[in-house]
T-cell receptor
Framework: DQQVKQNSPSLSVQEGRISILNCDYT??????FLWYKKYPAEGPTFLIS?????DKNEDGRFTVFLNKSAKHLSLHIVPSQPGDSAVYFC???????????FGKGITLSVRP | DSGVTQTPKHLITATGQRVTLRCSPR?????VYWYQQSLDQGLQFLIQ???????AKGNILERFSAQQFPDLHSELNLSSLELGDSALYFC?????????????FGPGTRLTVT
């Protein structure tokens, strides 16, 4: 039973355009969401997070939107850069003493 | 460089064998997490230790065990290995026992069971 779903395995966008990476979840107890980015041969690195009490969090070129009623979140990257090409994992947690549940990841390719 | 080190980088072994993966967390971090990433799966949480004690358990098989030592490094022991155990194993560390805090991941150990 996959509680965090990233249904699109890959996304390709032109440099300078917006990248929108989507994530859906099924567990209504999730109250905190994170995005991690992973380059080949490296471990994932934290990118941005959002609490369920908010619907938007922004950090530079990265913005995460949360729609609790739809159990959906998205990561927007504007403008996209070739260095953003990586695998992006969506993760969620239900409470402070819980574990992180990750999606399968989306491979983003930004074309120069 | 996340500051988390994992050894070895690669490991090839036969079915039925036992291996030990090692992780050194970032300086000052008390939490260590272990994750498994198989071919078509996301990161699956295995187990968390905080300051030497087991804090949370995920989908960890009984054939797998882990521990965190007084110097805070951690080892993941995998025994009676099966072909399906072939995966990338990541260790992550964090300053907090709360898993929502930023976790710093090591580069992983790629295990191949033949």
């Amino acid at each position: 039973d996959q509680q965090v779903k990233q249904n699109s395995p890959s996304l390709s966008v032109q440099e300078g355009r917006i990248s929108i990476l989507n994530c859906d979840y099924t567990n209504s107890m999730f109250d905190y969401f994170l995005w991690y980015k992973k380059y080949p041969a490296e471990g994932p690195t934290f990118l941005i997070s959002i609490s369920s009490i908010k619907d938007k969090n922004e950090d530079g070129r990265f913005t995460v939107f949360l729609n609790k009623s739809a159990k959906h979140l998205s990561l927007h990257i504007v403008p996209s850069q070739p260095g953003d090409s990586a695998v992006y994992f969506c993760a969620a947690i239900a409470g402070a003493n819980s574990k992180l549940t990750f999606g399968k990841g989306i491979t983003l390719s930004v074309r120069p | 460089d996340s500051g988390v080190t994992q050894t070895p980088k690669h490991l090839i072994t036969a079915t039925g064998q036992r291996v030990t993966l090692r992780c050194s967390p970032r300086s000052g971090d008390l939490s260590v997490y272990w994750y498994q990433q198989s071919l078509d799966q996301g990161l699956q949480f295995l187990i968390q230790y905080y300051n030497g004690e087991e804090r949370a358990k995920g989908n960890i098989l009984e054939r797998f065990s882990a521990q965190q030592f007084p110097d805070l490094h951690s080892e993941l022991n995998l025994s009676s290995l099966e072909l399906g155990d072939s995966a990338l194993y990541f260790c992550a560390s964090s300053v907090s026992e709360d898993a929502s805090y930023e976790q710093y991941f090591g580069p992983g150990t790629r295990l191949t069971v033949t």
